[in-house]
């Protein structure tokens, strides 16, 4: 038979036979913040500074959770970070059911309270405040994204996530946004419509039309 390298499929199964090629490290999740935009920050631009609260590896652990070695496979669930109990739900039948390990919370290795590390407390990481400056370009308009690559939670053994900034236009007193418009709703009086009539309005930037 041929080898895989003539299988067009085997880049997608990891070579075909005998397993897939290496992983790289799973990315975080990322973090999603909004944040409410008034129609002159969209029209003028603005920057706004967005404090953030992140996990970041402890530095006196190096996010191991204690001293080198010191996570161990959990007893109670031999490592598979789950445990299966059977209830029966009638005569001969009988329900299996699967929940997390309370010992090791799901994760299938735990550390013995003595190896904690004393500033994590076995957590592995710590609470991180990052301030990010968010740039609100001109002309963004509502649902657009702003992302911060790598600025999520890192765990160890994993890639950060990224934070997400989401802008939200808010509603303006006197104009409408429609498209790349600015529309200016104006109630006139029947003299006004007929005759015609002169007014001043203040723009979004301040000048005075």
């Known amino acids: 038979g041929g080898g895989d390298a003539d299988d067009p499929f085997s880049m997608f199964f990891g070579g075909g036979r005998g397993g897939g090629g290496r992983r790289g490290p799973q990315k975080g999740e990322d973090?999603?913040?909004?944040?409410?935009?008034s129609l002159e920050d969209l029209y003028n631009g603005k920057t706004v500074r967005l404090?953030?609260?992140?996990?970041?590896?402890?530095?006196?652990c190096d996010g191991?959770?204690?001293?080198?070695?010191c996570e161990k496979t959990c007893s109670d669930c031999n490592?598979?970070?789950?445990?299966v109990s059977l209830r029966q739900i009638g005569p001969g039948m009988v329900q299996q059911m699967q929940s997390a390990c309370n010992t090791c919370r799901g994760k299938g290795k735990?550390?013995?309270?003595?190896?904690?590390?004393?500033?994590?407390?076995g957590s592995k990481v710590y609470k991180d405040r990052k301030?990010?400056?968010?740039?609100?370009?001109?002309?963004?308009v509502h649902g657009q994204k702003v992302k911060f690559s790598g600025e999520a939670d890192e765990i160890p053994g994993t890639l950060p996530g990224d934070v997400v900034i989401v802008v939200?236009?808010?509603?303006?007193?006197s104009f409408k946004r429609k498209g790349a418009d600015l529309v200016l709703?104006?109630?006139?009086?029947?003299?006004e419509s007929l005759c015609g009539f002169t007014k001043t309005i203040t723009h979004l930037d301040g000048r005075v039309l």
């Open 31 to 37: 973090i999603v913040h909004s944040i409410k935009a």
């Open 51 to 60: 404090a953030i609260s992140r996990n970041k590896p402890c530095p006196d």
């Open 64 to 69: 191991k959770g204690g001293k080198e070695g």
């Open 79 to 83: 490592g598979r970070g789950v445990k």
């Open 110 to 121: 735990s550390i013995s309270e003595k190896d904690k590390c004393k500033s994590c407390k």
């Open 131 to 140: 301030v990010l400056e968010v740039n609100i370009e001109k002309g963004m």
């Open 168 to 173: 939200q236009a808010k509603d303006h007193a």
């Open 185 to 191: 709703p104006m109630d006139l009086s029947l003299s």
